[in-house]
């Protein structure tokens, strides 16, 4: 299909929608609800610092982690934008410890699991943050959902996509046919499709790691990470280290420019074994991305990330992802 710059994405959802006889309209609709409350968290995370919702919360979610008042912000906003749309039967997000009933009588045939503000902890210095979200069919046949319904691997993802916050507001998605990329236009509030067929580079010559932690690595991830640090020019190597502390901002530019990110599993804290990115709502989501643009995202034992079916809401996973080569090379350092 051909994709014009400029054109609205609710244009570019109800176009592609027509080109299923069998659509039922239900996941255009999600998607554009998706869309309105991101222009609102976009709205008010532009004016964070002159509203006085910057800083800590107070509160700590089921992670563990101190809630950012945006962050809180933004788990709100989604949450009661998505309870009534109708198009869902249970959410789960990052910011709470059990599934999220839809109201009664709005059930639909979708779940949601959804991370509110990725990257929050950058808030205060103004980092890029973002929204990231991923969608399945149901699997029970009517009413509320539950466990089993969200508890599903990414490789039956109907959708998965971020909105990125930041000098201007970026809203990329797929629904298994390629990755858009839209940008918002605040002085009409639209996104504009400005990035279409994104194609990640096969390969790069970057580096996304927190390498303050290598003493906690696995040593296959510490060698590979070595390798790429060595003088090797038929190979591009050294590589460039380009490492922002925002997983959906790091992600956004190595999906662009080309990169591998890498936050292996790591002996610091015994209650995280396999590092802190969570699969349903971070690893899942950027998987489908990447594979649709081309690359490839796996554990740090070589296991496809789209693959890997969840035990629980917040199950954590390592994370090797980006440019399909790099990840290749990545893989044959791990046994």
Partial sequence: MNKPLGVTVIRHIVDSQRLHPEATGDLSGLLNELIVAGKTISAEVNMAGLAD????????????????????????????????????????????????????????????????????????????IGTIFSVHRRRTKWGQGGWEDMLQRGRDQVAAGYILYGSSTMLVFTTGEGVQGF???????????????????????????????????????????????EKDKEKGRPYSCRYIGSLVADFHRNLIAGGIFIYPRDNRDPEKPYGKLRLLYEAAPLAMLIEQAGGRAITDDGINILDITPDSLHQRVPLIIGSKLDVDEAEGYLG
Wanted: aromatic fraction near 8%; hydrophobic fraction near 30%; include cysteine.
């Fill in 53 to 128: 919702i910057l800083g800590m919360s107070g509160k700590t979610n089921i992670q563990g982690e101190k809630v950012q008042k945006l962050d809180e912000f933004a788990n709100n906003t989604i949450k009661k934008r998505m309870a009534r749309c109708g198009y869902l039967c249970v959410m789960t997000s990052e910011e709470e410890d059990d599934i999220i009933p839809v109201e009664d009588g709005y059930e639909g045939k979708y779940t949601l699991a959804f991370d509110p503000l990725d990257g929050s902890t950058n808030i205060d210095v103004n980092v890029n």
């Fill in 183 to 229: 940008t918002l236009d605040p002085s009409v509030g639209e996104f504009y499709l400005s990035h279409p067929d994104i194609r990640t580079p096969e390969r790069s010559k970057y580096l996304s790691v927190n390498e303050g932690n290598s003493h906690y690595w696995p040593e296959n991830v510490r060698r590979y990470i070595d390798a790429l640090k």
